[in-house]
């Protein structure tokens, strides 16, 4: 099996796997209260334990970036995950760069908050050791490398390379 495949299949994996964690997790900030306390008693679990301070008290400049992946991203996840299971879609090409290009500058300023925010006199308790800061940052630290290689697949890949159109004389 060709590593272009394992790597088409490993992006539709990601992408199907981001609607559900969209879905029932991220969008909880966004939408307070209508989530069953299962849910909200993980995402509780999940911002104690790890000291997720983004999460446990989204700012306005985090919570655009949860509308972004709500509105835009999320109707692309399916689209993209087709593209990838089905491979060398060369028409994914052009969404793909905007997708990732997005995704990469948005998990940036979430990876410098986690790794060199002062929490010392936040609202909610943030990352304070390297350990910590480190452990969250590996929970960010995905969104950031998988459309890294998606994006340099889709840019330099023949599979996904522009068809040129031949001039008629």
């Not at 969209?22 to 849910?39: E, I, K, V």
Request: include cysteine; proline fraction near 8%.
């Amino acid at each position: 099996m060709a590593v272009a495949r394992v790597l088409e299949w490993l992006f539709a994996f990601y992408f199907l796997a981001h609607i559900p964690i969209t879905l029932l997790f991220d969008l909880q900030a966004l939408l307070p209260g209508l989530y069953p306390s299962a849910l909200t008693d993980m995402l509780t679990w999940y911002k104690t334990t790890f000291k997720d301070s983004l999460v446990a008290n989204p700012e306005p400049w985090f919570r655009s970036f949860l509308y972004f992946e709500a509105f835009p991203q999320l109707f692309f996840f399916p689209v993209a995950a087709y593209a990838f299971w089905k491979g060398s879609c060369k028409w994914i090409r052009i969404p793909v760069i905007i997708y990732t290009t997005h995704v990469t500058t948005t998990v940036v300023p979430c990876l410098a908050q986690i790794l060199f925010a002062d929490f010392s006199n936040a609202k909610v308790p943030g990352p304070q050791s390297l350990q910590e800061r480190l452990t969250l940052a590996a929970f960010y630290a995905p969104y950031l490398a998988i459309p890294l290689v998606m994006l340099l697949f889709v840019l330099f890949s023949s599979a996904y390379k522009p068809v040129e159109k031949k001039k008629k004389k």
